[in-house]
């Protein structure tokens, strides 16, 4: 009998894991997940990499035969340690890979969160990455940003497969499905085929939330004369909004544009749910995965999430249904001046500072340990 992750999987939901380290994957953890529960993807961002090299002795090795090999400054020797991750990682996934035709079984990269706002350097950067670790279900993780966007379409026209991350409103997602079709139109006019690249919006949930029922709940705590319908709007925001822009992808998919796309075996830009733990202990544990079910999307999910939802989850068609009311949440938080598109403007901007001083830690925390193992290999 199939658990819930399973049933997820085949209600259209793809099951990914939001993490990865050396020891989880040395002791087969990955293939474990893949084969018990239907797992068919694997996210990292320098947040996971800062919490698993940062931390403990399971790189010591890693780093000690980096160092011996010629990587003598930080970043040659995170580099070299974070490839050799995600490579085993597409390996345990290459199974799913071949088994599916390349639909799914990726695991994602980040480009360097220092290149944010440089569309060129991020192109650079992207392309080195892929013929570094040089596996076909690589995804590029590149930041949905204004400068971003433009490094998307030029990659995916590369050829590459491409995870566009930091997505929060509808319009900055709409930007990078344009730039998808875009890419493959050009690689069409160009006699190139389009059969085999993939790509994955990752469009974040709970932090919209966050910030949002902040702003609500100050304004109850003042006795705002709107406080019964702001509180029923406390914690609706971000899953109406993650709705919207499903709907919006089915348009896209259903029109005459996508068809002669797909008729040459064009494979969609799934919708990537992001940040699906949840922050406030008030809502169910697995609130960002019930809700956010329907064809061709996929849901990447820290431990603790999965581990919940393979728990107590609940298995339907929930991400198409309603999209009415999910316009009128959506309407109501305007008119309420809750300002949906300034918080995901201040995310976007947040989140990139996030990863690049989660970088920085984790450069530093390497650092540290190049000094310490230098230091034993001299005594």
Do not use: C
């Amino acid at each position: 009998m199939s658990n819930r992750l399973q049933q997820l999987s085949a209600a259209g939901t793809a099951v990914w894991l939001d993490f990865v380290d050396r020891k989880f994957l040395k002791e087969g953890g990955l293939k474990k997940l893949v084969a018990e529960d239907g797992l068919t993807g694997v996210t990292s961002n320098p947040s996971i990499f800062e919490k698993a090299m940062g931390h403990g002795d399971a790189y010591d090795e890693g780093f000690t035969q980096a160092l011996k090999s010629g990587a003598a400054d930080k970043l040659a020797l995170y580099e070299s340690e974070a490839i050799a991750d995600i490579q085993d990682a597409a390996s345990d996934l290459r199974p799913v890979y071949d088994r599916l035709g390349g639909h799914d079984g990726y695991v994602s990269l980040e480009v360097s969160p220092l290149l944010a706002n440089d569309t060129e350097g991020t192109i650079t950067e992207a392309r080195r990455l892929w013929k570094r670790v040089d596996r076909p279900n690589l995804m590029v993780k590149v930041p949905g940003t204004k400068a971003g966007t433009p490094a998307v379409r030029q990659l995916l026209e590369d050829g590459l497969n491409i995870n566009v991350t930091l997505l929060f409103s509808q319009e900055a997602y709409q930007a990078v499905a344009m730039a998808h079709v875009e890419a493959l139109e050009a690689r069409v006019a160009k006699g190139e085929p389009i059969d085999k690249i993939a790509s994955v919006a990752s469009f974040f949930v709970s932090r919209i939330d966050a910030v949002i029922d902040k702003k609500i709940d100050d304004r109850l705590a003042a006795s705002d004369l709107e406080s019964a319908t702001l509180k029923e709007l406390r914690g609706k925001i971000a899953i109406a909004n993650a709705k919207l822009a499903y709907g919006w992808w089915q348009t896209l998919v259903e029109s005459e544009r996508w068809a002669a796309l797909a008729a040459k075996g064009a494979m969609p830009q799934r919708l990537l749910w992001a940040s699906t733990g949840v922050k406030d202990p008030a809502y169910p544990d697995t609130l960002y995965v019930d809700t956010l079910i329907g064809p061709e999307t996929v849901n990447t999910m820290p431990v603790k999430t999965m581990d919940a939802f393979r728990e107590k989850g609940t298995v339907a068609q929930t991400l198409a249904s309603d999209l009415g009311g999910a316009q009128v949440i959506l309407e109501q938080a305007d008119r309420l001046g809750l300002d949906l598109g300034g918080v995901t403007a201040k995310l976007v901007e947040d989140g990139v500072k996030l990863f690049a001083d989660a970088f920085d830690t984790l450069l530093g925390a390497v650092e540290a340990k190049r000094t310490e193992l230098a230091e034993k290999a001299g005594a």
